[in-house]
């Protein structure tokens, strides 16, 4: 199994990779389209409402209507006018009358037209200058980030869940993937094992039209050669019994470097390859 | 597998780290302290106001009493005026002002709306509901405040209704009581009347002051508010009456009494029958179809889609009927009417109004909205300081206000509190008090004092 948990890891971490990846581009433009969106959204209340005001203000009017339609909205936080740096005007009362610069410090309203974000604070402010024709207000519209926010959650959670079920996808089929190819090397060797144990009937067979099973067949063809010699063998020894008496059945059946470790004497008696095979060994 | 579990931990570790990092909290943000700007110098007239929300009467006039009386070098005020939520405790209220702004205090006010009072310093909201709605709340909202001058004088009348043979009668000795409390003659007319009748009533009342001061001496003044109503007395408050207070001053004053809708609607009729303040028929045919007709049906969708009386009431606040009286320098003025179906369930198809329009008189129909009204309340000391030649960016001294709780209750809830700030942008942060009315009474030049509903009234007194 250890080939198969080698192949899994790799296979699965390349693949984890590649989804989180594609998972952050994606994500990333989803959100940079949401962003925009949000930011048009309130760039164009902020263009129609600062419009309301310049159109009201000289009659000593404010559109509260519209400015009351803005916190309607599920993102909104607040809505000010300001004059230079004290707020005017604001959807809620205990505002007013304060400075600005007391809740944002490092946002400069005199730079006229603009949007300033804070990931940090999850809030962004949409700041338009509003020409009355005697001063110059600027209305500041801010908004909750909590959307943008939901949507990084959103995809995290996704590329999250994508791979929790890869794995379990990829598990499965990387399994009988791999099972295909470790199964029949199994097998071999579990023939390898029986051949070692003198069992030198049990076929070893794949059914299979791969390279696998060539190599399944020339195991077998080795399993059937070691089998002739060995029934040979065999015969001869049938041949040969009583000539030599049980000697030779006892050298063939018994483990040989096991008999000349127990009495050298056998060893005077051996064929001459086989006792220098027993030195060789020895050495 | 050890590393396979390191694996599996790393992977956990980043998602925990992901997800944290996205679940950041709301952005929030607390009000902080307001920009210090300069008050006014201290002049021969010192005006404070205070408020309480405290459902405790004596409690609550103490605390607004104080606030009003803060810094301010005489403790013992010439005049007061007090407007309470409606159900509060008036007899109460009035003995304790008296006993802590001394016996001699002149004291001029009644009930407010149930909802609210209002003053340079905030709207004080009382309760949730109005109408009968408000009874269970308990909730009380209290405004005070007092003038000390030596370039004012002050005087106040009451009248408890059920003590004279007749409203008339009761507003006229009302009067005479205010002029002579002033330390004057009933030949010297006051410069301008400050006028809070009970309900019902308020043409008697302006008719009977008006039989004493003439139809030109000016009446402002606001029907006192409900559900539960009462004026305050000299010793006690009364449930059916009249409080007022007369004015004598070498100083501008300005004053403005209006409307804020559009008149420039088609629909009108001829009041053919009438029931007490209710419009039987207009045009001969029963009244609530002609002004349902002006309307296009939307009573009727009203009643289909809110069912609550309370609801459709407040709706139609924005769309009122008026009467049209012209001058005989040939100004228009526009008086408003409240119009509501008088029965719930439309069944009986009069209008009822808080106004006494007669027989033969021509209604119109007028649409608004809440957003006009706003703009309208916030301009009223502009309005008031053009006309009594006040300079637009002058502080005045103090303002006094009226103003229709119909309309009030037409404006969301959320923009209700921003009602004082622009009174204060547009006065010049002068204190003023105002109470939600259930009628208001003022002056068209040439023609008289007349009372109508959702309209606002405010009297502006400046420096020489």
Redesign the interface.
């Known amino acids: 199994m250890k080939l198969f ?1 080698k192949l899994f ?1 790799t296979l699965f ?1 390349i693949f984890l990779a590649i989804t989180i990846v594609a998972g952050c581009i994606i994500g990333s433009y989803e959100l940079k389209d949401e962003e925009q969106c949000l930011i048009d959204k309130y760039g164009i209340m902020a263009g129609l409402t600062a419009k309301e005001i310049e159109s ?1 203000y000289t009659e ?6 519209a400015l ?1 339609t803005i ?1 309607e909205n599920e993102d909104f ?2 809505w000010w006018v300001l004059k230079g740096d ?1 707020i ?2 604001a ?9 600005s610069s ?2 944002f410090p490092k946002v400069d309203n005199k730079l006229g037209d603009k949007v300033y974000l ?1 990931y ?4 962004g402010i949409f700041i338009k200058s509003v020409n009355t024709g005697q001063e110059t207000l600027y209305l500041w519209l ?1 908004f ?3 959307e943008i ?2 949507l ?2 959103e995809i ?2 996704s590329v ?1 869940a994508f ?1 929790l079920l890869s794995i379990l996808i990829l598990g499965v089929s990387f399994y009988f993937v791999i099972s295909h190819f470790t199964k029949p090397i199994q097998m071999l060797s579990e023939c390898a094992v029986s051949i070692k144990k003198g069992n030198l009937n049990k076929k070893c067979e794949i059914k299979a039209d791969d390279e696998l099973s060539v190599l399944a067949d020339s195991f077998d063809e080795m399993r059937l050669g070691i089998k002739d010699r060995n029934d040979l063998l065999n015969s001869l020894l049938k041949t040969f019994q009583g000539k030599f008496g049980n000697l030779a059945t006892i050298l063939v059946r018994k483990n040989v470097q096991e008999l000349v470790d127990k009495n050298q004497r056998i060893k005077s008696i051996l064929p001459k390859s086989l006792r220098k095979s027993i030195k060789k060994s020895k050495e | 597998m050890k590393k396979i579990n390191r694996i599996f931990l790393i992977c956990l570790l980043s998602c925990i780290i992901m997800i944290s990092g996205c679940a950041q909290e709301e952005f929030k943000l607390v009000p902080k302290e307001k920009i210090k700007t300069t008050n006014g110098g201290i002049t021969g007239t010192e005006v404070g106001t205070g408020w309480s929300a405290n459902e405790n009467p004596e409690e609550a006039v103490k605390e607004a009493v104080d606030m009003a009386l803060e810094g301010k070098t005489n403790k013992n005020p010439d005049f007061a005026i007090i407007f309470a939520s409606s159900g509060s405790n008036l007899s109460l209220i009035l003995s304790k002002a008296k006993e802590l702004l001394g016996s001699k205090i002149k004291i001029y006010g009644g009930t407010s709306d149930s909802r609210a009072v209002m003053t340079d310093k905030g709207f004080v909201k009382a309760t949730e509901k109005g109408y009968e709605y408000s009874k269970m709340e308990g909730k009380r909202g209290l405004a005070v405040m007092t003038i000390n001058s030596e370039d004012i004088i002050f005087g106040v009348g009451s009248a408890d209704f059920s003590a004279y043979t007749s409203v008339h009668e009761a507003s006229k000795a009302a009067v005479i009581n205010a002029i002579l409390d002033a330390g004057k003659q009933t030949n010297e007319l006051p410069d301008i009347i400050l006028l809070t009748p009970t309900i019902g009533d308020e043409e008697e009342v302006v008719e009977g002051v008006e039989e004493v001061v003439g139809k030109e001496t000016i009446i402002l003044g606001g029907t006192t508010g409900g559900p539960t109503q009462a004026v305050f007395g000299e010793d006690k408050a009364y449930d059916k009456g009249v409080s007022l207070a007369v004015i004598y001053t070498n100083l501008p004053i300005g004053w403005t009494f209006e409307g804020g809708f559009d008149t420039k609607m088609p629909g009108s009729g001829i009041v053919t029958k009438v029931d007490g303040q209710h419009i039987i028929e207009i045009d001969n045919r029963p009244a609530l179809d002609v002004y349902n007709e002006w309307l296009n049906g939307e009573i009727d969708r009203l009643y289909e889609k809110v069912k609550d009386p309370a609801e459709i009431r407040d709706l139609l606040t924005l769309s009122p009927i008026y009467r049209k009286y012209t001058s005989p320098s040939g100004q228009d003025y526009f008086l408003f009417s409240h119009p509501w179906p008088r029965d719930d369930t439309l069944v009986d198809r009069a209008v009822s109004t808080s106004t006494k329009i007669k027989v033969g008189e021509r209604i119109y129909f007028s649409k608004g909205t809440w957003e006009t009204l706003v703009n309208r309340i916030g301009n009223l000391p502009k309005n008031a300081k053009i006309k009594g030649n006040i300079e637009l960016n002058k502080k005045p001294l103090f303002a006094i206000g009226y103003i229709c709780a119909g309309v009030m209750g037409t404006i969301p809830e959320s923009e209700r509190e921003k009602l004082p700030v622009l009174i204060n942008y547009a006065n010049n942060n002068a204190p003023f008090i105002a109470p939600f009315t259930w009628g208001e009474q003022g002056h068209f030049p040439g023609v008289g004092n007349k009372h109508g509903n959702l309209l606002t009234s405010f009297i502006v007194v400046g420096e020489e």
């Open positions: 948990y890891f971490i009201k000593s009017k404010w559109p509260f209507e009351s916190s936080l607040f004290g005017y005007l959807d809620k009362v205990s505002f007013i009358g304060t400075a007391d809740y804070n940090k604070q999850n809030y801010g909750s980030l909590k926010q939901t990084k959650m995290i959670i999250i791979s």
